[in-house]
């Protein structure tokens, strides 16, 4: 069980690992395994369950039946085999790297920008 929500891990394919985004699409599954792997993690990418869905209303007869609803997009539980991992002290304790080597910033981890500015921490900054 996690401490808080910004903690969490669980099983993921047999493996206890500290989850870093659950409900993620494959093109952020591809982006966190290549940034998290440069910066020396284990990463485990499963499949997230499928969303429980209401049970179907029965049909009367001589009614046509509703359209079966769109399948749920494909998306992924992102964890790593560090299970003390945790996504919000590893960004802004500015403990990972880009491969460029510079500090990975949270605009960088949102994908916002796909450069990494290194910013001067406030505590840091001249008077």
């Known amino acids: 069980m996690a401490i808080n929500k910004n903690h ?14 659950k409900n993620v699409k494959p093109e952020r599954v591809s982006f966190l395994k290549s940034l998290l792997e440069f910066n020396g993690y284990t990463v485990v990418a499963v499949p997230s369950p499928a ?23 494909e998306t992924y539980t992102v964890g790593v085999t560090d299970y003390t991992f945790n996504p919000i002290n590893a960004i802004f304790g500015r403990l990972l790297r880009t491969p460029d080597k510079h500090v990975v910033t949270l605009a960088y981890w949102q994908q916002k920008d796909m450069v990494s500015h290194d910013e001067v921490p406030y505590y840091e900054t001249p008077a």
Do not use: Q, R, S, W
């Open 51 to 73: 969303p429980k869905a209401a049970p179907a209303k029965p049909v009367a007869e001589g009614e046509t039946p509703p359209p079966a609803p769109p399948p749920p997009p």
């Open 8 to 21: 969490e891990f669980e099983e993921l394919n047999g493996v206890k690992c500290g989850i870093v985004e």
